[in-house]
């Protein structure tokens, strides 16, 4: 496949065309940043293993039924997915608090919630990607009842899944951060990514921040705990 024309660049990836109008290339790069981009820093090999993470997670999903952008894996940082009319939807699922939902409502951190909270924010860079309301979201016309209600039931899906995998591998799955969208046929689908750069994971032994967080909060090592999800995901053997 093709990479083409360059299409489009975010905060962690860059997006180009291909020979085919209903695929593009997802290029993951070594950029991290966090708080909206106030904070930012370059760290090599970090594009490499969240694409390796993304693509074994999104094909792990899409075995399991849940209906995704991702086609392949074209080398250690690209990938080929669907072209997709992303919703201005960041759907967040929480299992334990910490982050912004302690310090929005003043909760404590590390509670088992008794149920997975799902919330929505508004896909928006220059207000801060604001908490919204699912009246927001249909008022504005962001999205519609029917597509909430899928996205909701895939997000819990996902969470499930996720939960699972990450279970097994000795690792708590606390919140994660997901983004869908619609192919050029109409099929709403997973996109973007799912990688330590837009889940928390903790270690259920030594509770260790194996994620992003370790950046955010200067914990040292970021590189190391990626590369520990990617040992342990991948069975230790590596790609
Ligand atoms: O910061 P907050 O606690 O709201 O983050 C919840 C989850 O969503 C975290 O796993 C975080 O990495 C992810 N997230 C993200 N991109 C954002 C906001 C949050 O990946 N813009």
């Avoid at 270690?203 to 909060?217: A, E, I, W």
């Amino acid at each position: 496949m093709e990479k083409r024309e360059f299409l489009y660049e975010g905060k962690a990836k860059k997006l180009y065309g291909t020979d085919d109008p209903t695929q593009v290339v997802v290029e993951y790069k070594d950029h991290l940043t966090a708080f909206n981009a106030q904070k930012k820093a370059t760290m090599g090999g970090k594009g490499r293993l969240n694409n390796l993470i993304s693509a074994h997670l999104f094909e792990k999903l899409r075995d399991r039924g849940i209906p995704v952008h991702f086609e392949r894996i074209l080398d250690d940082v690209h990938q080929l997915v669907k072209k997709v009319v992303i919703f201005p939807l960041e759907v967040v699922v929480r299992n334990i608090t910490t982050g912004s939902l302690c310090k929005r409502l003043g909760i404590r951190e590390g509670m088992e919630l008794p149920r997975p909270l799902v919330e929505f924010y508004y896909k928006e860079d220059a207000l801060d990607d604001p908490l919204i309301l699912e009246d927001h979201a249909l008022l504005f016309g962001w999205a519609t009842r029917e597509e909430l209600d899928t996205i909701k039931a895939l997000a819990l899906r996902v969470n499930d899944e996720l939960r699972e995998i990450f279970s097994g591998l000795g690792i708590i799955l606390v919140d994660f951060k997901l983004e869908f969208g619609r192919d050029m046929e109409g099929n709403l689908l997973l996109a973007d990514e799912i990688s330590p750069d837009t889940c928390r994971f903790w270690d259920r032994s030594t509770g260790d921040r194996l994620d992003k967080d370790r950046f955010r909060k200067d914990l040292g090592d970021v590189l190391g705990a990626y590369e520990e999800i990617w040992r342990r995901l991948s069975g230790g053997a590596g790609r």
